[in-house]
């Protein structure tokens, strides 16, 4: 590992973290001096602290704690998969699935032009030429909602992130690089389904931008993608480093292998502005 990508890494985490604290507390900008984390959207530290991830827990996972464990995981599914806060309110907690409301209520919002899909990431038709609504609600979620004790039975055995994002990540729209199933095993883990899991500081899902990030901190090829690497070790390496470099204003104690895979896919796209290797495709706008 490259002492200065290190330095570098938790420079970020701590920086990043603490213009989360002086926004909270009411500070005016800047909240830092550095131009590229003024200038650029950069996401929490930590996941939990994200608006959507905030208001979810508030309205959505929250108020429905006491709800079968098989409900639970089919929810955060619909959360992630339409991604939304606004759609998740509107439609509501599902304790029967109804594909047939979803794509009605989905459909109405986008001939409104009212928001149902995120912007934050993309959940693509796969090829498909049905409305993305239907070939979510039909393809994605419905399968998962037959299949939903099955998955809550792997979660109350296993009780491992991994174990269940494995379950997850077989179903349609749902595999590939496992974003999503990711997602919602994270989601999972700060709910009554998951929240025992015995893997949140010895495992993450490395997507790509974590393993640019890896490949920087250990001096490889920025797209060294070697289905070898074991980047699960190389994570938990860094998270063992971890008390060692994060200031005291950092909470040591949630910040688990989620928070390093996340935090080292936004510290890649940091590092990029700083070597003029490319930038962040939005610009930091403060929310009114």
């Known amino acids: 590992m490259l002492p200065d990508k290190l330095e570098s890494f938790f420079y970020w985490v701590n920086e990043r973290h603490m213009i989360y604290l002086k926004k909270e507390a009411g500070s005016q900008r800047p909240w830092t001096n550095d131009n590229t984390l003024n200038t650029f959207k950069f996401t929490n530290v930590f996941r939990e602290l994200d608006r959507t991830t905030v208001w979810m827990r508030k309205h959505f996972t929250g108020p429905n704690s006491d709800r079968p464990t098989e409900e639970i995981i089919f929810n955060c599914c619909l959360f992630r998969m339409f991604g939304t806060m606004e759609f998740a309110d509107v439609h509501g907690w599902v304790f029967e699935w109804d594909p047939s409301r979803a794509k009605a209520l989905a459909r109405e919002r986008l001939n409104n032009k009212l928001k149902v899909f995120t912007g934050a990431y993309i959940i693509t038709n796969q090829g498909l030429k049905e409305p993305k609504e239907q070939v979510v609600s039909d393809l994605f979620l419905t399968p998962v909602w037959n299949a939903r004790k099955e998955l809550a039975q792997v979660a109350k055995e296993t009780k491992s992130l991994e174990a269940l994002h494995k379950a997850l990540g077989k179903f349609q729209g749902w595999g590939g690089g496992g974003f999503m199933a990711y997602e919602v095993a994270t989601d999972l883990n700060h709910t009554t389904a998951l929240s025992d899991a015995s893997d949140r500081f010895t495992w993450a899902n490395a997507g790509p931008g974590a393993k640019r990030g890896l490949n920087r ?72």
Not at 253 to 279: A, N, P
């Open 217 to 288: 901190l250990w001096g490889r090829p920025l797209h060294y993608n070697s289905k070898k690497q074991d980047w699960n070790t190389e994570m938990l390496v860094l998270l063992k480093k971890a008390p060692n470099w994060l200031a005291d204003h950092v909470p040591k104690g949630d910040f688990d292998m989620r928070s390093i895979e996340h935090s080292l896919c936004e510290w890649d796209k940091y590092t990029r502005v700083q070597l003029g290797q490319g930038k962040p495709r939005s610009l930091y706008k403060p929310t009114v």
